[in-house]
């Protein structure tokens, strides 16, 4: 009787102090702000990917091109909510950096 109830008080204390621990924030994952961010350099396709998408049926070429430019939408769509967020949380800080009356 006394293990069940050890076992139900100490394994939701584990799972909360496990989970502060993995999901500490850090400097490295939010960089200062102004900080030039490094990003490396694009590099070409794979050759053996290209290879094995010219092997593929013309069906199956025209689905993933389709899935491609869906992605790619979907991709400037985020770019876009993105800079729209990156602009109000400028403007906020902007305004918590002004004198208050």
Same mark, same amino acid.
């Given at each position: 009787?006394? +293990? &069940?109830?050890?076992?139900? &008080?100490?394994?939701?204390?584990?799972?909360? @102090?496990? $989970?502060? $621990? $993995?999901?500490? %924030?850090?400097?490295?994952?939010?960089?200062? *702000? !102004? /900080? *030039? &961010?490094?990003?490396?350099? *694009?590099? +070409? *396709?794979?050759?053996? %990917? &290209?290879? +094995? @998408?010219?092997?593929?049926? !013309?069906?199956?070429?025209?689905?993933?091109?389709?899935?491609? #430019?869906?992605?790619?939408?979907?991709?400037?769509?985020? $770019? /876009? #909510?993105?800079?729209?967020?990156?602009?109000? @949380?400028?403007?906020?800080?902007?305004?918590?950096?002004?004198?208050?009356?």
């Amino acid at each position: 009787m006394i +293990g &069940v109830v050890i076992a139900a &008080v100490a394994l939701p204390a584990w799972y909360v @102090v496990s $989970r502060r $621990r $993995r999901l500490q %924030v850090t400097s490295v994952m939010v960089p200062e *702000p !102004g /900080t *030039p &961010v490094r990003m490396s350099p *694009p590099r +070409g *396709p794979d050759p053996a %990917v &290209v290879e +094995g @998408v010219a092997s593929l049926p !013309g069906d199956t070429r025209s689905e993933l091109m389709r899935s491609l #430019e869906r992605m790619d939408g979907d991709l400037a769509a985020l $770019r /876009t #909510e993105v800079e729209r967020m990156r602009e109000q @949380v400028r403007k906020s800080s902007r305004g918590a950096d002004a004198p208050r009356r």
